[in-house]
């Protein structure tokens, strides 16, 4: 499965994001999918999960502002960024494998990553 995401860039505090994570390959088999984001300094970090029905969870500290979806038509994942915050600033990654019940955003879930794509928020 490869992995591409885009839709990244520089915003000010309280602006909005949507990030695309376009997949391709054996995405059948992957429908276990999340959003990771590193800041400089610090460990990646689970932002999103979303589970082969759908179902999602959140990291606390985006719950309300960030949302996960995907399109299994066109198999592409995203992640709607609202209300951004400096500290939201970090590279983003988005993450695939297997089939779960039940959202995973544990790093060791995921087999593919993809690229990593940088949101920058001024304040």
């Known amino acids: 499965v490869q992995l591409v995401e885009s839709g990244g860039g520089s915003v000010q505090a309280g602006g909005s994001l949507r990030l695309p994570c376009a997949a391709s390959g054996d995405t059948g088999r992957s429908t276990c999918m999340g959003w990771f984001r590193q800041a400089p300094g610090k460990e990646r970090e689970g932002v999103a999960g979303?589970?082969?029905?759908?179902?999602?969870s959140y990291a606390d500290s985006v719950k309300g502002r960030f949302t996960i979806s995907k399109d299994n038509t066109k198999n592409i994942l995203y992640l709607q960024l609202n209300s951004l915050k400096p500290e939201d600033t970090a590279m983003y990654y988005c993450?695939?494998?297997?089939?779960?019940?039940?959202?995973?955003?544990?790093?060791?879930?995921?087999?593919?990553w993809g690229q990593g794509i940088q949101v920058t928020v001024s304040s």
């Open positions: 979303i589970d082969t029905a759908g179902s999602t």
């Open positions: 993450a695939a494998d297997g089939v779960c019940y039940g959202p995973r955003q544990k790093e060791s879930d995921f087999g593919y």
